[in-house]
Structure formats: structure tokens, C-alpha cells
């Protein structure tokens, strides 16, 4: 089995996924979130206290009672800075309107509403983040998916293409051992043809000789040798 074949394309996107997910952009911002958070949460609880005094002070609530006396004590540190700003007006025996309460109230309300904004932009800003972090990963997942799903397809037509020469080279191979066979058997018939033809010119008889056997059964005697055919010579006379 071969090692993948690395692409750059599938590594640029593999490169900015990490990146992406790596990023220390995120943290910073989940960091920020829960400082303004507390922040806001703080805004808020002063400006309900603020609120609070406001409406007892001009209900004319008794200062000595235990919740009213906690709510201007636990105020007072918000109003600090809005303490005596502007003038107090008596609105009944006991009722006071004091717009400095007034006013710290509607500046601790559009101070929460700027940090709310600031929350709901680093809300957005995060989601963005991971968002982008995310689609990055797809990116990566996809491009990846499609390089594997290539090579894939590449190596089952480099398989076919094998086995389709493997084929190809067995029929060859099969047909050469056909013709070998046929080469062997058509030398094998010449050589029985030649043989045959060569038995039948040595038991032949030679042409203008009589083809009928004697009667008798008996095989033809061999012919005499020429010495053997000739008279002996006669033995000379005596005087």
C-alpha cells in the first residue's frame, strides 16, 4: 500500500482550519464577555438601587425603617459621584424630589445600555469567530473528502487497468501455448507422414517386377549373386 499523495490545496485548507480553531481571538473575547458582564451586572443592580431611593425619597418613606435605610445606605456609594449636584425639591410634607438621584439613575441606565451593546457586539463577534472556525474545519473536511475520493477513484482505474493487462497477458500467454501445441502436433504428424512414406519405398517392389506371389506359400528365394550364377569353369581334359 502506497503513501497518500500529499496536495497543497488540501494542506493550505487543513492550514487555516487549525489556524482557525488555534486562534487565541476567541478566548480573548469569551475574557472581555464575562469582564463586561460584570460589569453590567454591577450597572444594572446600582441602577435599580438608585431607582429604589429615588421612589422612597419621593413617596416620603420613613428613613429609620430597616429596608429603606438599607436601600440609602447600599446606594449611597453609586450616588457619590452625583451627590449635591443639583438642588432638592420639597414636593409635600415628607416627599422630596432630588434630581440628582434623578440624574445619576438616567446616566447608570445609559451607561448599562452602552455596556448591553458592548456585550451584543462581542456576543456577535464570538459567534463570528467560531462561526468562521467552523466553516474553516468544513472547508478543510471537504477538500480533503474530495482529494481522498480522488485518489480513490484514480486507484480503482490503475486496478482495472492492471487487471485488464493481467487479462490480456494470460490470453497471450494462453495463445501462444495453443500454438506451441499446434507447431508440436503438426511436426509430430510430418514426422509420422515421413516415416510411413519412407517404410512404404523400402517394402515396395521394384518397378517391371512381377507382382504375383508364387502358389506354392512360400516367400520367393533372395536372387544368387552373379559369381553364383555363372557356369563353373570344367576341369581340362587329360591326354
Known amino acids: 500500500m502506497t503513501n497518500p499523495v500529499t496536495n497543497p490545496t488540501v494542506e493550505e485548507y487543513e492550514r487555516r482550519a487549525q489556524s482557525a480553531e488555534k486562534s487565541p481571538t476567541p478566548v ?7 469582564v463586561v458582564w460584570a460589569a453590567y451586572v454591577l450597572v444594572v443592580i446600582n441602577a435599580i438601587l438608585l431607582t429604589l431611593a429615588f421612589l422612597l425619597r419621593l413617596f416620603g418613606a420613613n428613613p429609620d425603617a430597616g429596608f429603606v435605610e438599607w436601600v ?15 438642588r432638592s425639591h420639597d414636593v409635600g410634607e415628607y416627599s422630596v424630589l432630588d434630581t440628582s438621584l434623578l440624574f445619576a439613575i438616567v446616566f447608570y441606565l445609559i451607561l448599562g445600555a452602552a ?22 474545519r468544513q472547508a478543510a473536511d471537504a477538500v480533503k473528502y474530495d482529494f481522498a475520493r480522488q485518489q480513490f477513484a484514480a486507484q480503482q482505474q490503475e486496478l482495472a487497468r492492471q487487471q485488464e493487462a493481467a487479462r490480456r497477458f494470460e490470453e497471450q500467454q494462453r495463445y501462444a501455448a495453443q500454438q506451441q501445441a499446434a507447431a508440436a502436433a503438426a511436426a509430430a504428424a510430418e514426422q509420422a507422414a515421413y516415416r510411413a512414406g519412407h517404410s512404404d ?37 587329360q591326354d
Do not use: T
Open 72 to 86: 440609602y445606605r447600599s446606594s449611597a456609594a453609586a450616588l457619590g459621584p452625583f451627590d449635591n449636584m443639583f
Open 28 to 34: 480573548i473575547l469569551k475574557i472581555a464577555r464575562v
Open 201 to 237: 519405398a523400402q517394402f515396395s517392389p521394384p518397378p517391371g517386377s512381377s507382382a504375383r506371389q508364387p502358389s506354392s506359400g512360400r516367400l520367393p528365394s533372395a536372387p544368387l549373386p552373379p559369381s553364383a550364377q555363372q557356369p563353373a569353369p570344367r576341369p581340362p581334359e
Open 115 to 136: 455596556i448591553h451593546a458592548v456585550l451584543n457586539w462581542l456576543g456577535n463577534k464570538l459567534v463570528q469567530q467560531q462561526n468562521e472556525a467552523k466553516q474553516a
